[in-house]
């Protein structure tokens, strides 16, 4: 499938085959480098003048956020570097090109009896047909493993069925966003509906050759779409469906299935304040537990002590909008 029109198309194939023999998944960066191949094919540039005024155009073209623009020329700029190390340019045009300020990033926070609530709505709207029970019990276990793990979206649908230790109750999860692998122990609360699962998935399952744990069906895993689906639905139907609002620089995040690792880790964080503990203290476990890269990316965490902190601070950022 061609990927790229733009006269850099083959330059660009080229850095996408050296990030995947690096070890790299088909990085979101080409999204980004899409982006940019198709602006470049609209306006049309002879090679040299690809310069920084031209990066600056298409700054201001780009019709969406400060932090999406700033994402895609972060991508773009990589890719200029990997150019200059082939020799393809004698410098990179972007280097000099600044970011655009973007706004602070508030996430929506469940509550813990929110997190209960949401549950129960997804539980509640499971069909009962053999067609569809283990289909939906799935969807209610990847939802659950979010919200009482803080996984992220992509990491339940990943796993193989070897992936749960029933032993131990452990999951092993393989490759993450920043390519690391971890052990975690689950609450028993959630091993207990895993092995409930397990003994449904066994009995409605026709044979053995589906390797994923959470099924589908006879052959195939869950999908992310499915799952965001029945995420909204539940969302919707408690109360708690909201778009995200843009007050002055700062972004009031909607509810999204990423909202529940949100949750998972201030929730947890203010479990330790409220047991007398020190938050700061308890990151680094955090951190391990939920796959970080780095320390600093638990940190964020930190920015709302709870649900309640987040919906003030949202009313107050709103009633001084209307003020003003």
């Known amino acids: ?18 990030r995947e023999q690096l070890g790299y998944a088909k990085p979101t960066s080409l999204s980004h480098l899409r982006t940019f191949d198709r602006y470049l094919k609209e306006k049309k540039p ?4 690809v310069s920084p005024a031209f990066f600056l155009e298409l700054q201001a073209d780009l019709k969406t956020e400060k932090r999406s623009i700033n994402r895609v020329l972060s991508s773009v700029r990589v890719f200029f570097q990997f150019l200059v190390r082939q020799g393809y340019y004698p ?18 926070v469940f509550s813990p009896a929110e997190t209960d609530q949401l549950l129960a709505a997804i539980c509640k709207k499971m069909r009962q047909s053999r067609g569809y029970y283990l289909k939906d019990l799935s969807g209610y276990l990847a939802i659950m493993l979010l919200a009482r793990c803080g996984l992220r979206i992509s990491e339940p649908l990943r796993l193989q069925l070897h992936h749960y230790r029933p032993q131990e109750k452990t999951i092993y999860i393989q490759k993450t966003k920043f390519k690391k692998d ?39 895993g869950l999908n992310d779409n499915r799952i965001r689906a029945v995420f909204h639905q539940a969302v919707k139907s408690i109360g708690l469906d909201q778009p995200r609002r843009i007050i002055g620089r700062t972004n009031f995040s909607s509810p999204t299935p990423h909202s529940l690792r949100h949750s998972f880790a201030v929730n947890t964080l203010r ?32 920015k709302v002590l709870d649900a ?15 003020q003003t």
């Open 271 to 302: 479990n330790v304040k409220e047991r007398g503990g020190c938050p700061q203290n308890a990151l680094p476990i955090l951190s391990i537990y939920m796959g970080h890269s780095e320390y600093k990316h638990t940190v964020k965490y930190l």
């Open 46 to 49: 002879v090679e040299e003048k």
């Open 308 to 322: 309640k902190q987040r919906q003030g601070l949202a009313s107050f950022a709103g009633l001084h909008q209307e």
């Open 182 to 220: 971890r052990l975690i122990p689950v609450p028993k609360s959630v091993a207990t509906v895993l092995e409930n699962y397990l003994s449904a998935r066994s009995a409605l399952l026709s044979d053995n050759r589906n390797p994923y744990l959470l099924a589908s069906n006879d052959r195939k």
């Open 1 to 18: 499938m061609k990927r790229f029109d733009s006269f850099l198309a083959p330059q660009l194939e080229e850095f996408i085959a050296y």
């Open 91 to 108: 410098e990179n045009p972007l280097q000099d090109v600044p970011s655009l300020p973007e706004n602070s990033i508030i996430p929506f």
